[in-house]
Structure formats: C-alpha cells, structure tokens
C-alpha cells in the first residue's frame, strides 16, 4: 500500500495484495518511541511532539501546526469512546504495574440500548486483569500490555473501520457487522428476500449524502479516497471469504468419472477429482472475463461486425459535479459524486441509443466502463445498427461524427479550448428485439457421459449417477429436439437459442 503524490495529476491510494488492519500493544517494547494507538498511553506530557515527530520536514509550511494537532487530540478525548478507553487503560497502567492487564474492544453490541446509536466507551472497550477464560473473549480484540507481534482485526468486527479513521468516524460510529436488518417500513425493501443487509448495501449507505446526515466523510479530502478503497477491498475479501469456505461444498468431474468410481466402490463425493476454484459469479475473476467475451463473441456471430465504437469520457468539470462540490473541493475530493454523475449521464446515452432513435433503430448493444490512471470513468459502447446500410458512405457518417475545431467567429472560446466533440464504446450485453441472441449463450460440447456434474463432499456418489438430471446438458436436449422437431433440425446449434428456452429447473 503506497500514496503516489506529486506532478499536476490528482491524488492516487495504490493498494497491492491484501488489505488488513493491525493493531499492536498497549506500551511500546523498551527503547521504542510510541506509535499509533500507543500515543494514547505513553509519554503524554510530551504526546503533542511525540505525534508530530514522524511528520517533521525542514519546510515549514509542510510540517503540522501545534495548535491544530492539540485540538484534534482535545475533540477525540472528548467525543471518540476509543480514546476515552485507552485514556482509562492509562490511568490503570500508571496506578498498577500488573504485567497481566489487557485491553478488550468488544465484538457484541447486542446488550446495546440501541444497535445503531453511537456507542460509549464502556460499551466498546474493557479492561481485563489476569487470563483469559477460555472461548469467551474469542471474537472480541485483545490488546496485550507489551508484545511484539500485531493483532489483525477482522472486517466484521464493528470497530474495523472506527479504529481506523477516527478522523472520520469522531463518535466511534460502529462499521458494518453481520446481522443489521433492513428497515421493515421502506418501500425498497418490502420485496427482499433477504432479512439482513449486505456489507456492500452498508458502505452504499455510508457513501451516500443526506440532508440530516453527517457530512464529515465527503470532506475527507484523500481519506475519503482510502476509505472508500478500504469499503471495496472489505467487499471483496468477504466475498472470496465465502467461496474459500464453501470450496469444500461442492466439488466438479464428468459423469463417466462419477459411474466409474462407483463400480470401484467410491461412496462419497470427497474421494473424488477437483473442487470448485473461483467461479464465474465472481466479479473481475478470470471466468468472470472469460464468459463475458463468450457472450460478447455470441453477440459478434449473430449480428456480425459491430457498426459504430463509441467511447465517454467522464468531465471533471460536468455542472453537476461542480455545483455539488462543497466549498475548497476539487472533482478528485470526491470519487463518490463524480462516478454516480457519470453513471446517470451514461444511461441516460443508453436510453437515447436504445429509445430515441439517436443512431436508427439498433439490433444489439455491449458496453464496458473502465477507469483512467488518473482515477476517471469512462466506457466503451459497441452498436449494432438495424439498418446495415445506413453507414455506407462519408456523408451519413457524418450525421455522426465532429471532427473540427469550432468555428473562432461563433465559438471563441471553444476554439480556444479547441474542443472536439467525440463517441466512443463498452459493457453488458442488452437485447433490443426479437432477432437478438438470448441472454443465455454458454452452450457446452461434450463427448457422451463426459458433460461436468457439480456435487458435494458429503453426497454419496450412487445418489449422484443414479440422479435423471446427472445426465441432460444443453447439447444433448437440442439432440433430443432434432430427433422429434423436423423444423429444428435447420437450426444450428448457437440458432436454436433463438427459437427455444432451457429450463434449468427440469434439464430440457
């Protein structure tokens, strides 16, 4: 994890691997300055210049400023239930020399008054003295006297994020822990079948401006930026948490390996081939990518080669985002408004492509949005016009396309500026009528007996191979299809998707 910083582009937090949280001890080891949390406990006659030491520079207009330091020290004495509990573990420390006396930052908060009110120091902290009983204490932190080891602490854990910023989070607000309820009296979630929020619905949530609402994360500055990389990488790590702990669940072979290893008298799925790695479902994973291009290259088939590649580029300076910018804000202070103003402008192009005839009636659209080095949106939109002759020649691409700088007369500025209005393309596949390719493109081959079957661990493999729909795949229901449907049998393969659906559910 570094912070690249320098040169006219905007601020970049680069993060490389894995992204955790540690906390180390209470009192730093002998003839060790203090650092982090440990600031709270050691040296506090000198705790002003103790924080202010790793930021010293020979410029002094770069170097932090005394008073400024002294009051955010007093706010978070003050207001942050965190550092009243390591100011309380200080006092303790200072009064008794007990080498068995430990900090614990509690993971429950369900004897809480209110789950979502701000917490207090008691409810957030403890202290211990002597050792721990047994499992009790397993999910909540434990901060030792001395040690020179970390502890890491896990995304779950309400006070993950809290630790972290308490620039942000003053209050010691909790961060997302599992169970928190949607509420019930909302329209949105009347129709979920899910009880409980997600950790992506939870930082949504956070990222979001309200009225009422504290307005501390969207004047961060750069911290907003690592929070909500942070917020991402949290996202992330728990979905490929819940994939590495179901691996052992479901495991992959053909079902002539399956018939097989019953006649050897094989009863259980575990004894048998490979688990199931990163599957397709997974967002930026390698069969995520791969599939995708599949259907893309369904799409290419069908309708041939695309007629117009159109790319837009998000502006910095677009009048929504710079009327919604706070005061001293730059476009770069904010990711959060600059890509939901990017995403509204970006449907509202699909809904003129798609329904206004901007382009003629199309046959089929893909877009794909990446993000810049220096941290803008944009996409790649491919079109498939209806009408294959409507680029024929230079004068109707020209309806299209501007290429000049603007007229000096009528346009001074934009000549200036030289401004050149220009398209360009990408993203997920939409079907606009009846000639396009279903959604459901990913046709396997396969030689007899030799289709994937998808089982688990503990199953017994007699069940598997005896099961009717062990058997039927896509390919061998559209056999099935030519063998009793005359007019199918015009169809190829990649047609009959046009003109049939598969039915999951019962194999046919």
């Keep these: 994890m570094r912070v690249l910083i320098g040169g006219p582009g905007p601020y970049v937090f680069k993060v490389s691997g894995q992204l955790c949280h540690l906390l180390g001890s209470l009192l730093p080891d002998d003839d060790s300055p203090p650092k982090f949390a440990q600031l709270y406990m050691y040296d506090n006659e000198n705790e002003i210049s103790n924080r202010m030491s790793p930021f010293s520079s020979d410029d002094p207009s770069s170097a932090p400023r005394e008073h400024i330091v002294a009051a955010i020290k007093e706010m978070l004495d003050r207001y ?63 901060v030792e006297r001395r040690s020179s080891s970390l502890i890491r602490i896990s995304s779950v854990h309400p006070s993950y994020m809290p630790l972290q910023y308490p620039l942000i989070f003053i209050h010691g607000e909790d961060g997302f822990v599992p169970g928190l309820d949607y509420n019930p009296l909302a329209e949105a979630t009347q129709n979920k079948h899910r009880q409980h929020i997600t950790m992506a619905e939870f930082y949504c949530y956070r990222l979001y401006v309200r009225v009422f609402g504290s307005a501390i994360i969207f004047v961060s500055g750069r911290l907003l930026q690592q929070l909500a990389i942070d917020m991402f990488a949290c996202v992330d790590q728990a979905r490929l948490w819940y994939i590495h702990e179901n691996q ?44 995708n291009y599949q259907d893309a290259i369904a799409v290419c088939r069908h309708l041939g080669p695309p007629h117009l590649f159109i790319t837009f580029t998000c502006n910095p300076a677009w009048p929504e985002i710079t009327r919604n910018l706070m005061p001293g804000q730059r476009s770069s202070d904010r990711p959060d408004l600059v890509c939901r103003v990017f995403k509204m402008k970006l449907n509202e192009m699909i809904r003129d492509i798609k329904d206004s005839d901007f382009f003629g009636p199309i046959s089929g659209l893909i877009y794909s949005i990446e993000f810049q080095k220096r941290g803008l949106p944009h996409v790649h939109i491919i079109v498939w016009l209806r009408d294959r002759t409507s680029l024929s020649d230079a004068a109707s691409i020209d309806r299209f396309i501007s290429a000049e700088l603007p007229n000096p007369v009528f346009d001074p500025a934009g000549r200036d500026r030289a401004m050149v209005s220009l398209f360009r393309p990408s993203g997920p596949t ?28 503990s199953q017994p493999l007699s069940e598997i191979v005896t099961n009717p729909a062990s058997q039927p795949t896509k390919l061998t229901a559209w056999f099935e299809l030519n063998a009793r449907d005359p007019a199918a049998r015009q169809l190829t393969y990649p047609e009959v998707t046009r003109h049939f659906t598969w039915q999951e559910s019962e194999k046919k």
């Design 80 to 142: 942050n239930p965190y550092a009243q509990a390591y100011r309380s573990v200080r006092d303790r420390v200072l009064a008794d020399n007990d080498d068995t006396l430990r900090l614990q930052i509690r993971a429950d908060r369900s004897q809480r008054d209110s789950r979502y009110s701000t917490p207090t120091a008691s409810e957030v902290a403890g202290l211990i003295v002597g050792d721990l009983d047994g499992d009790h204490f397993v999910r909540d932190i434990i």
């Design 248 to 291: 052992q669940l479901f495991r992959s072979d053909t079902y002539a390996n399956l018939r097989n290893a019953v006649i050897n008298n094989d009863m259980f799925g575990q004894t048998v081939d490979k688990r199931i790695i990163l599957p397709s479902s997974h967002v930026g994973g390698p069969r995520y990518m791969y599939q």
């Design 430 to 457: 939409t079907a606009t009528n009846s000639d396009q390719p279903q959604q459901e493109t990913r046709l396997p081959i396969h030689l007899p007996f030799q289709n994937n079957v998808i089982f688990r661990d």
